[in-house]
């Protein structure tokens, strides 16, 4: 029912910023939470940022608070991260993910209904 498509990856030296965006189609896409998530190499998936449906509740990896925002335009049917201050370690596979039920965000991968490919972001010191 609903197909993501990500843009915005690739390579920033430290310090710098990249916008990433999830593109969605389907019917529901006002109802639906969005997250984003990353795999580094070597470590499991994790939260990077979470969104409700309504855009109001947020949630942010302690890692990334106060540097990255994610932020959800539902005329365009988009989902964005906006990453500033980029660090080495943000270096990940990045995947915009989809919830089709509930009011709240949500940050356990197995919450989520669909995935989009992943986008690769490499921070170089």
């Known amino acids: 029912q609903v197909q993501l498509v990500e843009s915005g990856g690739g390579s920033v030296q430290a310090g710098g910023s990249l916008r990433l965006s999830c593109a969605a189609s389907?019917?529901?896409?006002?109802?639906?939470?969005m997250g984003w998530f990353r795999r580094a190499p070597g470590k499991d998936r994790e939260v990077v940022a979470a969104?409700?449906?309504?855009?109001?509740?947020?949630h942010y990896a302690d890692s990334v608070k106060g540097r990255f925002t994610i932020s959800r335009d539902n005329a365009k049917t988009t989902v964005y991260l906006q990453m500033n201050s980029l660090k080495p370690e943000d270096t990940a596979v990045y995947y915009c993910?989809?919830?089709?039920?509930?009011?709240?965000?949500?940050?356990?991968?197995?919450?989520?209904?669909?995935w989009g490919q992943g986008t690769q972001v490499t921070v170089s010191s």
């Open positions: 993910a989809a919830r089709s039920s509930g009011t709240s965000y949500y940050t356990k991968t197995y919450l989520y209904d669909y």
């Open positions: 389907g019917r529901t896409f006002n109802n639906y939470a």
């Open positions: 969104i409700s449906w309504s855009g109001v509740g947020t």
